[in-house]
């Protein structure tokens, strides 16, 4: 039954929140999500940020995010978790699932006719091949840029100056390198449109964007859902068309507080609680982690 407070949303796509990090917005993605009434939700890679997951730091808005989207699947909801780089340690319960959560690494489903082609993009990156020691100290590294730069913007509130974004000034510089030489967007639209489908739908490279790619084999919708560290993003399809959703853009979340009353958290955990509720919840997680 329809819920008049929510908004209804054919799929739902989201990726790339690195939840367990310092850099990950999992209070704007609570608030987010809690507006929606999805029918399908695809999470395509990294929620769990395995490569920096530590006991010490896990804030009760990540535990939220998981228990959000159990609560989706549990209440009919699809949901399929799909496979990225860091969770790649999901990939061996691929076929299973957690709960009513789908594990899987790749997903295709037919929109209105068409086929669209789901997965995390980390196949396409041609910066990691033979390179994953090196991409997950650049992880952690960038993990410690986003702390230093709350710490940057907490001074310079100080002096009532606005904030600044050190962290994403960096990474979109290297992003814009890396993508030149990776071509990530036209190799994934090449081999989607020589496999017949109308769409393609990444994570992975943390760049929000609708796009059509023009192909030796027919024009391709190329979408990226972005992620919840820097953009905030998220694609939602619903009566047959595409919506590229910007969390700082949108009506409804403009001029919120950085943090109400409801949302005030420890920043760590250190009594380990709300780890042994995860692990309650998914003792799988724990498994692996330890």
Not at 5 to 12: A, I, Q, T
Not at 32 to 44: F, G, H, S
Not at 221 to 248: C, K, M, P, V
Request: overall charge positive.
């Amino acid at each position: 039954m329809a819920n008049p407070n929510k908004r209804l949303v054919d799929l739902l796509v989201i990726s790339d929140v690195h939840l367990g990090t310092h850099g990950s917005q999992a209070r704007h993605l609570l608030r987010y999500l809690k507006t929606l009434q999805p029918t399908t939700v695809i999470v395509n890679g990294d929620l769990v940020d395995f490569w920096a997951f530590s006991k010490r730091y896990w804030p009760k808005s990540h535990m939220q995010i998981i228990l959000y989207l159990l609560k989706w699947a549990e209440e009919g909801v699809k949901v399929y978790y799909l496979t990225g780089n860091h969770d790649e340690m999901m990939r061996k319960f691929v076929g299973y699932n957690l709960g009513d959560i789908g594990v899987l690494n790749e997903f295709v489903m037919d929109l209105d006719g068409k086929k669209a082609w789901f997965f995390h993009g980390d196949v396409f990156d041609v910066s990691m091949k033979g390179n994953k020691r090196m991409a997950k100290i650049g992880g952690w590294s960038y993990d410690l840029m986003v702390r230093f730069n709350r710490f940057v913007n907490k001074v310079l509130r100080t002096f009532r100056r606005g904030p600044v974004n050190i962290s994403k000034a960096l990474k979109d510089g290297v992003k814009k390198i890396v993508n030149k030489v990776s071509s990530f967007e036209t190799t994934a639209a090449g081999v989607a449109a020589k496999r017949g489908y109308a769409y393609v739908v990444c994570g992975h490279v943390h760049k929000p964007e609708i796009i059509d790619i023009e192909t030796d084999n027919g024009k391709i919708t190329y979408l990226n859902s972005g992620d919840w560290i820097e953009n905030l993003t998220a694609l939602e399809w619903h009566q047959g068309e595409w919506r590229l959703f910007e969390y700082f853009k949108d009506e409804q979340f403009l001029g919120r507080p950085e943090m109400t009353d409801e949302d005030k958290e420890p920043r760590v955990y250190s009594n380990g609680r709300l780890f042994r509720q995860m692990e309650k919840e998914m003792g799988v997680i724990a498994d692996m982690v330890d």
